[in-house]
């Protein structure tokens, strides 16, 4: 019984860190930008949505109304005024900038909310629960799957079934060809990271509302996103929710052994899967 | 008759090589060009030039009256140019039918049915139809070249520049794509058109200039161009190496 209990706790874990991930996959899908900094955005969603619950006085998750676009105009900001600079044939560049990005990030967040964990109020969501069986599932735990797998769907078609998505790919394909066929690719670039600081945000405030956050926990989040990419094969959206699902019952397994092998665990399950499947489960067909 | 394009000394070089030497031509609005010239001269650097994939060291280029010589090449082409690659170079992921609305719905600004009917309309001209949702990466060279021509008339242009698209072609698919080429040019579409394959191009074009070392070396109508001695001595040259 302990057993399923963590299977299906870790695969409800496995919906944030899938959220975590996906705004990563995106980036690195369409510009194979590597962003340090994708930890600490989500952090920063995190203390956007509390100063709104705060100021405004709303439940977290209507704060989203407020974030996700306020972090989709940082995203676009960010990208046409900071990051197209960086892109090149050289990966080094894009690295070094969004590793510095992330200092600024977490300096600028001790400055201005302390160190101090912050936590957002979300009232009974936080502690309701539904039986399902012998099982009890927490309502917030459920409510963030079904919002990772909308979430990753709702990207899914939008890559596949949209001009915008049409877009995201034909530049990602080859980036001269597209601006010869009308793509204006730093345009295009700036609504790739614009979509994916939007799904930051709301991986963002479903974490202020699970746990307790600071400055700090930024590199953390970073590491389940890149793990639950990778395990999932890079480029695969679907495959990265996967992947976070995989990452999270490897950790509540691991925390039903021992508390403390929780993070542990993940990153075990993280190495295995890397040793025998150095593409991930379900990499790109490339081409 | 009204000029669609106008090069003004357009120069451009890459540290030594000089791929553009003072270029100046001029293509009046329906007109189909030819362009010849030795392998090397310039002649693919010089579509670059008009597509804005290379920005002129010096020099001016104008698209129907309008300066385009600083404007990116995304801009270029929602402008009306369209242009074929001599290698191939397709959307490999995505489909034949997305590469060609790619073009349909950036680069000539169409949506929905709209686009879609066009893509199916160019397809079936290009003979690609049947291939419509095959993954591009894994066409026949025929058919890649196929698809950007495909690619190139999905983007509505005013102005195509076809790269030596007929190299490479058996025959019979050489005077079908003769036959594309020419009811995309009674369309009232301008045409420049590099090609090595000769009698293609002396089917199609109305007028021919020749390139060597960055540099118009001759203009004028084809037939008395092919018989000049700077022609004759590049393709007596070019045969003898072949």
Not at chain 1, 177 to 199: D, E, P, S, T, Y
Not at chain 2, 145 to 169: V, Y
Request: hydrophobic share 50%; proline share 3%; net charge neutral.
């Amino acid at each position: 019984m302990d057993f399923l209990n963590a299977v299906v706790q870790g695969t409800l874990l496995g919906g944030l860190y899938a959220l975590f991930a996906a705004g990563l996959s995106l980036i690195f899908g369409v510009m194979r930008l590597v962003n340090i900094a994708h930890g600490d955005l989500i952090v920063l969603a995190a203390y956007l949505g509390l100063t709104t619950t705060v100021v405004l006085g709303v439940h977290p998750l209507v704060a989203l109304i407020v974030v996700v676009p306020a972090m989709a105009g940082i995203g676009y900001v960010l990208q046409r005024g900071v990051l197209n600079h960086t892109l090149g044939d050289d990966i080094l560049p894009p690295l070094l900038v969004t590793f510095g990005l992330s200092v600024i990030i977490q300096n600028a967040l001790l400055e201005g909310y302390s160190a101090d964990p912050q936590k957002m109020d979300a009232g009974v969501l936080e502690t309701a629960s539904v039986a399902l069986g012998p099982l009890s599932l927490g309502l917030l735990p459920l409510l963030t799957f079904a919002i990772a797998v909308a979430v990753i769907a709702g990207l899914q078609w939008t890559f596949y079934r949209t001009p915008l998505g049409r877009a995201f790919r034909a530049t990602s394909d080859n980036q001269d060809i597209a601006q010869l066929m009308g793509l204006n690719k730093r345009h295009v670039f700036g609504l790739a990271m614009a979509l994916a600081l939007a799904v930051t945000a709301v991986a963002g405030i479903l974490l202020g509302i699970r746990t307790s956050f600071d400055p700090s926990v930024g590199g953390g989040r970073l590491i389940f996103g890149f793990e639950a990419v990778i395990i999932g094969g890079l480029g695969n959206l679907w495959g990265t929710l996967v992947g976070g699902v995989i990452l999270g019952v490897a950790q509540t397994l691991g925390a039903t052994i021992n508390p403390g092998w929780q993070l542990l665990a993940g990153h075990i399950a993280f190495l295995v899967i890397l040793a025998v499947r150095p593409n991930g489960l379900f990499p790109r067909i490339s081409g | 008759m009204a000029q669609i394009l106008q090069l003004d000394g357009v120069s451009k070089s890459f540290g030594a090589v000089t791929v553009a030497d003072g270029l100046s031509y001029g293509l009046a609005k329906g007109e189909a060009l030819g362009v010849l010239g030795p392998n090397g001269a310039g002649k693919t650097s010089m579509f670059n030039l008009i597509t804005g994939t290379l920005m002129a060291d010096s020099g001016r280029i104008s698209f129907e009256g309008e300066d385009i010589t600083r404007m990116s090449a995304a801009r270029r082409s929602r402008a009306g140019i369209a242009r074929s690659f001599q290698v191939p170079q397709p959307f490999t992921h995505m489909t034949v039918f997305e590469n060609a609305m790619v073009a349909a719905t950036q680069s000539a600004g169409l949506s929905g049915r709209e686009a879609e009917r066009l893509c199916i309309d160019v397809l079936d001209q290009t003979e690609l139809l049947g291939k419509a949702n095959d993954r591009a990466g894994g066409l026949t060279l025929l058919n890649r070249k196929r698809l950007e021509l495909t690619r190139a008339l999905c983007a509505k242009p005013r102005l195509l520049l076809l790269d030596e698209i007929a190299g490479g072609l058996t025959e019979a698919e050489c005077t079908s794509l003769i036959a594309t080429i020419k009811s995309i040019h009674a369309s009232g579409v301008s045409i420049i058109w590099i090609e090595h394959v000769v009698h293609a191009l002396m089917a199609v074009v109305e007028r021919l200039i020749v390139i060597d070392f960055g540099r118009k070396i001759a203009e004028g109508e084809p037939r008395a161009i092919m018989e000049s001695p700077e022609v004759q001595e590049i393709y007596l040259g070019i045969e003898a190496d072949a």
